[in-house]
């Protein structure tokens, strides 16, 4: 079992930067693959970036070049730093893992059993 916890959302305003943790605790998430969703108001979940258990990336076209996905084993944590945060990147976003997910169900939100509470980003003009 794993619980997670994200932290680090609020409000920032257009060109900013944030940084979010998500952080582990239960099973070491080591071999897990780790990812961050986010839920835009009236929008449906979508799939924002992945670190697979390889340590392998990959990022929604909508992010690429401006998130980054990255962890820190020794602290089973992982992160998501936003930089250049867009009007619409304002959502609650959300951290997920998962020990069975294969390579290609990473970018669906139905292969992780586990995720935290949401986190409010907003970002302002």
């Known amino acids: 079992q794993v619980q997670l916890v994200e932290s680090g959302g609020g409000l920032v305003q257009a060109g900013g930067s944030l940084r979010l943790s998500c952080t582990a605790s239960g099973d070491s998430t080591r071999r897990y693959q780790r990812a961050w969703f986010r839920r835009a108001p009236g929008k449906e979940r979508e799939f924002v970036a992945v670190?697979?258990?390889?340590?392998?990336?990959f990022y929604a076209d909508s992010v690429r070049g401006r998130f980054t996905i990255s962890r820190d084993s020794s602290k089973n944590e992982f992160y998501l730093q936003m930089e250049s945060l867009k009007l619409e990147d304002t959502a609650v976003y959300y951290c997920?893992?998962?020990?069975?997910?294969?390579?290609?169900?990473?970018?669906?939100?139905?292969?992780?059993?586990?995720w935290g509470q949401g986190t409010q980003v907003t970002v302002s003009a």
């Open positions: 997920a893992t998962s020990a069975t997910a294969i390579q290609s169900s990473l970018r669906d939100d139905r292969a992780y059993a586990y």
């Open positions: 670190l697979n258990r390889s340590g392998g990336t």
